[in-house]
């Protein structure tokens, strides 16, 4: 079994301006690195332990993961980069604000070279299926991206919507065995 919490990344200037930022590689912008770092402190304050921390190879979600570590001083742990937990491709509405447009184009999947809902799915689930197999047993941070989480949430929590609003730096605590899924808690809000 494997007790994961995945957890968004902080704040960016293009979720600041409501701008899709898909596989844009874009940093944390000063509140997000305040963000992920109080973060950090709320779960050594909540005595939350990790056996290690798998992030995104997006500079967001590795930089949050780093200050997360930070945050929780002396329990440090390993960060592990996973191309498979990479945000959505959202094709021709990366930059684009977001808006009505751009929740029915991406919920009926019309957006030209998009990712489909299908294909994010399986290849989150293949993911923390591989992640699963790769640390038996562990619990893991996963520092990851809105729909990676949403991916899972949509399907697993009957209130849960692509457009429902899930905070930067939330936590969505996840338990896998036998490669069945269980959502104990979700988009928890550390900061609030």
């Given amino acids: 079994m494997n007790d994961i919490i995945l957890m968004r990344h902080g ?3 293009a979720n600041k301006n409501y701008i899709v930022q898909g596989r844009m590689d874009n940093p944390l912008n000063k509140e997000g690195m305040d963000q992920a770092f109080a973060t ?3 779960l050594l304050n909540e005595k ?3 056996d290690m921390v798998i992030a995104s190879p997006l500079k967001r979600a590795f930089k949050t993961a780093e200050l997360v570590n930070k945050g929780m001083r002396h329990r440090r742990r390993p960060i592990v980069l996973d191309k498979g ?3 959505r491709n959202f094709g021709d509405y990366d930059g684009k604000e977001i808006n009505d447009d751009y929740y029915y184009l991406v919920k009926r999947g019309l957006v030209p070279n998009m990712e489909t809902s299908e294909v994010l799915e399986e290849r989150v689930l293949e993911a923390l299926k ?4 790769k640390y038996p047993d562990k619990k893991l941070l996963i520092v990851t991206h809105s729909h990676v989480i949403k991916s899972l949430l949509t399907k697993l929590v009957p209130d849960f919507t692509w457009e429902s609003y899930l905070h930067n730096c939330s936590l969505n605590h996840i338990v896998i ?3 069945l899924i269980e959502v104990i808690d979700y988009n928890i809000n550390p900061l609030a």
């Fill in 11 to 13: 704040l960016t200037n």
């Fill in 48 to 50: 939350v332990e990790f």
């Fill in 85 to 87: 937990l990479i945000e």
């Fill in 130 to 133: 591989d992640i699963c197999k």
């Fill in 177 to 179: 065995n036998d490669g």
């Fill in 40 to 42: 950090g402190q709320y």
